[in-house]
């Protein structure tokens, strides 16, 4: 069966949102749990498991795309996680990248080592809407951090500076 390969941005777009919402749902849960490590446990779990769900995160289903076995089946857990561990590895997100770039198939390193594919579900919507998206929602994100950045240094300022 033939699949469309989805364009770099859409996959940066489905990247951007899933990072953004992991970030902010993290900085929520240090506020709430007055603690530091609730940022990065949570976005380090949210990276690593955010396509176990049939092969959709929440960034993905919102730019139409899913990931799939190579063999076209559906996506099992251990291939879910061994694909986002390149991701949630510091310097590698951007090492997937250009391997991405550089791959005929769109494949990047992670998906090369967990056997899995992503698919464009949506081909009609063109791939550079979706730089312009990723551009809005790393604007949202920002703004929605500084904001909460803003909170935590005058209300909650153990959590920036450990007093």
Known sequence: M?????????????????????????????????????????CFFYMLLRDTFGGRSLGKFACGLKVIDVKERHLKIIQAIIRNIFIVLPILPLVEYFVMLKNQQGRRVGDNAAKTIVIDLKPQTKDGVFFWFSLVFA????????????YIHKNRPSLLYGR
């Open 2 to 42: 033939e699949f469309n390969k989805p364009g770099p941005n859409k996959r940066v777009c489905a990247f951007i949102i899933d990072y953004g919402l992991a970030s902010t749902l993290g900085i929520y849960l240090a506020i709430l749990l007055e603690t530091k490590t609730a940022v990065w446990t949570n």
């Open 139 to 150: 604007g949202i994100f920002f703004a929605i951090w500084m904001v909460l950045f803003v």
